[in-house]
């Protein structure tokens, strides 16, 4: 079936010729674009000090151009969360990576905050359309180890994120440091079109009936089913707190560890705001085990969002650097066990449809916190607002700990 007739939803052509990709490789190509979408959609993290000196941008300015990027991506989940169900998996994904493209080209020419924002909010688009479908790609595809599938889009969210700051700023060392390696990403990405057109698609698991297929693209309000309820809420409270974390050091962190690291370089400030994010995909390989991984989890969370108004006052790198790997390692213990207990207890016909109900809660965190922090800083200075933050992350975590610890002890009891 070609990725047209998957976007008319339409049956293919019988004897049309195409790629039956091995399992193997169709995990990979699952995994990859979800991943080099993520990474696009950070690439710019330790160049926006150099975007907020050349546009002349405010720190409010910087925050409201990466909400925009999130903004469309909660937009995108409410509406089009679960194409993939209709489309096809391979079609929702090569749909992302064109918008994805967009994005990127928009943003390499950006000369404004409108353009900035408007780059940055196809990108939400693109990460939005590959979030459910990549996610119901890999459980379509080990049906019989949900944990795995889970443990496997945690893995290429986390990664795809840390990876973006590190990229961006070993590519910013080229010539013209804002437009380079957004090239360098678009002839990369858009390799990633050829497999995917090339692949023997699987039928959509719930094609579209009647003479108005398009109707069942119509958005839908997010809905969970009774049994996932519970784990619902909970995965969609630590997601929020972790990509509130996550927001500020793919934002405004960057500018923020310069200062207390007291250093200009790019790769340097892209590795550690990449480090609570790679932190916590390591802790996806790692995967601790354990009844009370979850409360231990935000607990080491808490801790580390906790040191890091400690590491600025006292300049102190190496805690920094131990802070952020803390609070990214007890991020993802908490994040794989509540996001896979949703994943265990949905129906699969319905998957692509609840991780996208989950990820629009979740990437709430990235924009509300960030941008209140932005609007702060711009009245009281980075440094007091950033101090206030934390401290208000870190005492929502220990929280969250607390309640986790109680009911998962009252369950074992």
Not at 58 to 71: C, E, K, N, R
């Amino acid at each position: 079936m070609s990725v047209i007739n998957e976007l008319r939803m339409r049956p293919g052509s019988a004897g049309q010729r195409s790629w039956d990709a091995s399992l193997a490789i169709r995990l990979a190509l699952a995994v990859t674009v979800i991943s080099a979408l993520l990474v696009g959609a950070n690439l710019a993290t330790p160049i926006y000090p150099l975007i907020q000196a050349d546009l002349g941008l405010t720190p409010f300015a910087i925050t409201v151009a990466f909400a925009s990027y999130v903004l469309a991506l909660v937009g995108g989940l409410i509406l089009a969360g679960h194409w993939s169900d209709h489309i096809g998996r391979r079609a929702a994904l090569v749909l992302a990576v064109l918008l994805g493209l967009l994005g990127a080209a928009l943003f390499a020419v950006a000369t404004s905050l409108p353009m900035l924002a408007a780059g940055r909010a196809l990108q939400g688009g693109a990460v939005a359309l590959a979030t459910g479908a990549s996610a119901a790609a890999l459980r379509d595809l080990l049906p019989s180890r949900p944990d795995w599938a889970s443990r496997f889009t945690l893995m290429a969210s986390a990664g795809g994120v840390a990876a973006g700051p590190v990229i961006g700023g070993l590519l910013s060392l080229l010539p013209a440091p804002t437009r380079t390696p957004f090239v360098v990403y678009l002839l990369l990405l858009a390799s990633l079109l050829i497999p995917l057109v090339l692949l023997r698609a699987r039928p959509a698991i719930k094609p579209a009936a009647g003479d108005r297929p398009l109707a069942a693209l119509r958005p839908r309000r997010p809905a969970v089913s009774r049994e996932a309820r519970r784990s619902f809420w909970t995965a969609s409270l630590v997601g929020f707190l972790s990509f509130a974390v996550f927001g500020f050091t793919l934002s405004l962190a960057p500018t923020w560890f310069a200062g207390i690291a007291g250093t200009s370089s790019r790769p340097l400030i892209g590795l550690l705001a990449a480090l609570v994010l790679a932190s916590s995909a390591l802790s996806q390989l790692l995967s601790p085990r354990g009844r009370l991984v979850v409360p231990i989890g935000l607990a080491g969370m808490a801790v580390g969002v906790g040191l890091l108004p400690v590491a600025a006052g006292t300049g102190s790198l190496p805690l920094l650097v131990g802070a952020c790997v803390l609070a990214g390692f007890g991020q993802g213990m908490a994040f794989r066990v509540v996001f896979n207990e949703v994943s265990i207890r949905v129906d699969p016909a319905l998957h692509a449809q609840t991780v996208s109900a989950v990820y629009v809660l979740t990437y709430l965190g990235s924009a509300v916190p960030v941008l209140g922090l932005g609007a702060a800083a711009g009245i009281w200075g980075l440094n007091a607002s950033v101090t206030v933050f934390a401290l208000v992350v870190a005492g929502a975590c220990a929280v969250l700990a607390s309640a986790s610890l109680v009911l998962r002890l009252r369950a074992g009891s």
